[in-house]
Nanobody, 119 residues
Framework: QVQLVESGGGLVQPGGSLRLSCAAS????????MGWYRQAPGKQRELVAA???????NYADSVKGRFTISRDNAKNTVYLQMNSLKPEDTAVYYC?????????????WGQGTQVTVSS
């Protein structure tokens, strides 16, 4: 049982930076893989970055070299540092927590935070 709350979104100019935070509560945070997804109007939700419970990371090709996902298990928080932002990054960003145990899957989502990159 996990509740997720995103924060840190907003309006920034192209080339700017934002750091998103996702605070988790209600369960054992370190047991979950965490991810950031985004969805722009008229488009499918896509995975932006993910980090396993062990700290391994993966990124969408479109954000490699610009975004960094990290987690602080002591604070029950996952972050997404976004640098060199582009207008194409504009979307609602969602935090996800996932845990798989043999024949079961636990999957939770935050409410989303808006990121707008515009001049």
């Amino acid at each position: 049982q996990v509740q997720l709350v995103e924060s840190g979104g907003g309006l920034v100019q192209p080339g700017g930076s934002l750091r998103l935070s996702c605070a988790a509560s209600g369960s054992i945070f370190r047991s979950y893989a965490m991810g950031w997804y985004r969805q722009a109007p008229g488009k499918q939700r896509e995975l932006v970055a993910a980090i396993t419970s062990g700290g391994d990371t993966n990124y969408a090709d479109s954000v490699k070299g610009r975004f960094t996902i990290s987690r602080d298990n002591a604070k029950n928080t996952v972050y997404l540092q976004m640098n060199s932002l582009k207008p194409e990054d504009t979307a609602v960003y969602y935090c996800n927590a996932r845990r798989r145990i043999i024949d079961k899957e636990y999957n939770y989502w935050g409410q989303g935070t808006q990121v707008t990159v515009s001049s």
